[in-house]
């Protein structure tokens, strides 16, 4: 009997948090791979995943910042795509913002080694050096439908306030229903004065979280380029798709090119997650969207985006959520009800 297919969807920051305290350990558990991340992180100095996954209990300082949370979010979900491969038809891989990196190395743009080395990188250095930080913002209703002009209104918001002195704002990531907003103090607060009033949505500030996806990150990107080789990125066994929604193909992937985007524009300029899923339904139709743990965040994401192409006649949050209880169409693995249709 031939197999489901399916797009994987790999997670971002923010997805490893109290409740997930153990999962690597709980859901991973002997897997070699392990180790040699633990060696990896030894040799720099650092707490090794297991350390950091066995705590007696969470710690927001400990597990939230960017050199600790990355490797964690990165390990588990990494591990969770291996099992999907072998329980489905993969036909692409995706990501949001961190997750494009895991993507990459689950995809066989990278090795399981090299992959930890670029997460583990970025993320101390995201840790060490990024400023700023970055608000969520629906622009849709309760039932996923976007408000009239909302999204324009944010945008010229968003253009209005970063055009004050002082003043830094841009739009991260196109997240389904949801924009993601990055700046400085000063951005953010004007940002956060001016959508003040609404009770029906709140922007929460993200904690430990840089101005990610933003010309803010430059210095970043660049300490990205000169500690991480070239050598590093291999053709890819399974198409990636990237943060604008540009398709990697097995065998035809420029290599120099993939480094390029990962190291440069991925951070420096806004990911559009929602882009990339559109693509992912658009060139590989699969039957299911699987999405990797940690966490249970992404999926409502995900289905805004689909919502927004009307996808296999998906056009509200009660139209997908009928779906969902006859067949579902996104999967999540952090999610133990969900787990066991891709195990």
Known sequence: MSR???????????????????????????????????????????????????????SAARHTTGDNASPLIYACSYLDAQAAFGSHDIRAVTGNSLGWYIALAAGG????????????????????????????????DENWQPIEGEHTRLTELIISIDAQPDHRLALSIHLGGILVVAGNDAGLSAFEKAVAGDDTRKSPRLPNHAAFHTTMMEDVARMGQSSLPQNLFTDPHTALIDGRGAV?????????????????????????????????????????????????????????ALIGIKWQGIDSKAAFQERQSKAPLIISMGREDQRGLVL
């Open 4 to 58: 489901p297919t399916a797009v994987l969807i790999c997670p971002g920051r923010g997805t490893y948090n109290k409740t997930e305290l153990g999962t690597l350990m709980r859901s991973h558990a002997g897997n070699p791979l392990i180790s040699g991340w633990n060696a990896q992180r030894e040799q720099t100095g650092q707490e090794t995943l297991t350390a950091l996954d066995s705590a007696a209990r969470f």
């Open 248 to 304: 990697w193909n097995p065998a035809a992937t420029d290599l120099t090119a993939l480094r390029a985007y990962t190291l440069g524009q991925q951070i420096t300029r806004t990911y559009d997650f929602t882009a990339a899923i559109v693509s992912a339904a658009r060139n590989f139709a699969p039957d299911r969207f699987i999405i990797t743990g940690p966490g249970t965040t992404l999926g409502s994401a995900v289905a805004q």
């Open 109 to 140: 743009g990278a090795t399981p080694e090299a992959g930890m080395q670029i997460v583990n990188t970025m993320g101390t250095l995201m840790h060490t050096h990024g400023t700023g930080g970055q608000i969520l913002y629906p622009f849709v």
